[in-house]
């Protein structure tokens, strides 16, 4: 058995674990903030068999897309100068960690 942990962004996190759930796996949606852009991220939770892992990423590739956002960013020039212009990021995909599972119970 394994553990996936995946961090995706919280825009995409509706249409995943709704993909997720329509092919039969059960998933655990925990609140997150990532560290780059102090924005939302959900970190999803799913126990599943070692053969399964690859249909979840699969899923996650397909709902879970890469985009391009501008966000304000700020530059300072010095004591009390600054100024602020446009950075373009990519957000969206997925991080996705796969762990063993020594034990699961389900009480």
């Known amino acids: 058995m394994k553990l996936v942990i995946a961090i995706v962004h919280k825009e995409d996190s509706g249409a995943i674990c709704h993909a997720l759930t329509k092919e039969g796996f059960f ?25 399964k892992v690859d249909d979840i990423i699969s899923v996650l590739r397909k709902e879970g897309r890469q985009r391009t956002e501008v966000v ?3 530059a300072s020039y010095g004591i009390g100068v600054s100024t602020a212009y446009p ?3 990519t957000v969206g995909g997925a991080t996705v960690f796969v762990v063993p599972v020594d034990r699961f119970e389900k009480l």
Request: net charge negative; hydrophobic share 35%.
């Open 27 to 51: 998933v655990t949606k925990l609140p997150t903030t990532g560290g780059f852009l102090l924005s939302g991220n959900v970190t999803l939770l799913c126990g599943v068999e070692d053969d």
């Open 72 to 74: 304000p960013s700020t």
């Open 87 to 89: 950075l373009e990021v």
